[in-house]
Nanobody, 125 residues
Framework: QVQLVESGGGLVQAGGSLRLSCAGSGRAFSTYAMGWFRQAPGKERELVAAINWSGGSTYYADSVKGRFTISRDNAKNTMYLQMNMLKPEDTAAYYC??????????????????WGQGTQVSVSS
């Protein structure tokens, strides 16, 4: 069993930056594909960014491309999401997730096995 804990959310003005962290437990953390998702009120949970087991391959949703950067430090069992040039439409609860069955990038929400509890990001205009 892997436990994931997000941190780093908060309230920021439009144009500002935040860095989210996702700390994982267990030695197998470094072998899992991982991703960041977000869910705004009344909307479905959507994939924001994904990363393979080594960090050498990444994916971004079009809405965040060029503004967000996903990375991981397997020595620290931690994944990050650097969010720059934030917009009010980025306001959502952000969740990290891990797929224990895959080392390559995973895009489908239902493939992820482990989820964090979420951290709120609010961007004011």
């Amino acid at each position: 069993q892997v436990q994931l804990v997000e941190s780093g959310g908060g309230l920021v003005q439009a144009g500002g930056s935040l860095r989210l962290s996702c700390a994982g437990s267990g030695r197998a953390f470094s072998t899992y594909a991982m991703g960041w998702f977000r869910q705004a009120p009344g909307k479905e949970r959507e994939l924001v960014a994904a990363i393979n087991w080594s960090g050498g391959s990444t994916y971004y949703a079009d809405s965040v491309k060029g503004r967000f950067t996903i990375s991981r430090d397997n020595a620290k069992n931690t994944m990050y999401l650097q969010m720059n040039m934030l917009k009010p439409e980025d306001t959502a609860a952000y969740y990290c997730a891990a797929d224990r069955s895959s080392r390559v990038i995973v895009l489908r929400l239902t493939n992820y096995d482990y989820w964090g509890q979420g951290t709120q990001v609010s961007v004011s205009s």
